[in-house]
């Protein structure tokens, strides 16, 4: 069994119905298959949330959906995680998250603090009503990675997953197109090569 933790600001103005439909594919997946997960959703998404539900010695995973800057990922009631809050929480978490800039200070400020892996987009993540492909490739890797595949591989394995989409679509609408490659450009892996194995209890 796996503690799984996920902040999921899903009553958002501008992309609550995108998280929402991420969490419910989530849950989806989650189902029946024995790990505990504890899920944070916008009315409880804030800093001493955080602390309390990520607390105690045995390792986790973390996957965090919601606005992003360089050095924190925010929610209504502001940072809930930062370069300077809540950011030596991880020492024994792998961190995924679907949130714009997060890779380019917080990222790195968690894997100094102890962090093993980390999984993040270093400029804005595009999203678009109506298109699938965003959340299917925003949410393969940890898919993945629940299924034994190993970070090294889940960032190879996500790149491929755009590339597919990419193609799909390139000819039917370039414009969304256009937006799904930004995001895989965006797309930041950090740290161990690690599995799920290192994180079950």
């Known amino acids: 069994m796996t503690k799984i933790v996920l902040a999921f600001d899903d009553e958002d103005e501008y992309m609550g119905d995108f998280n929402r439909g991420c969490l419910e594919d989530f849950n989806e997946f989650l189902n029946d298959r024995g790990h505990n997960v504890i899920t944070i959703q916008s009315a409880q998404l804030n800093d001493l949330n955080i602390q309390y539900k990520t607390n105690g010695e045995v390792p986790f995973l973390f996957a965090a959906y919601s606005h992003g800057f360089k050095t924190s990922l925010n929610s209504a009631s502001g940072a809930y995680i930062s370069t300077t ?117």
């Open 85 to 201: 809050t809540n950011n030596t929480c991880f020492n024994q978490a792998l961190f995924y998250t679907v949130s714009c800039h997060a890779a380019t200070e917080l990222g790195p400020c968690l894997i100094e603090n102890g962090c093993p892996s980390f999984f993040g987009y270093k400029s804005p993540f595009n999203f678009w009503a109506g298109y699938k492909c965003f959340s299917q490739c925003a949410n393969h890797g940890f898919f993945l990675f629940l299924q034994g595949t190993e970070t090294n591989k889940v960032y190879q394995e996500m790149i491929k997953e755009y590339n597919n989409q990419i193609d799909v679509l390139y000819e039917e609408n370039s414009f969304i197109a256009s937006l799904l490659v930004d995001n895989r450009k965006a797309l930041v892996y950090k740290g161990q090569n690690v599995t799920i194995d290192n994180f079950a209890h």
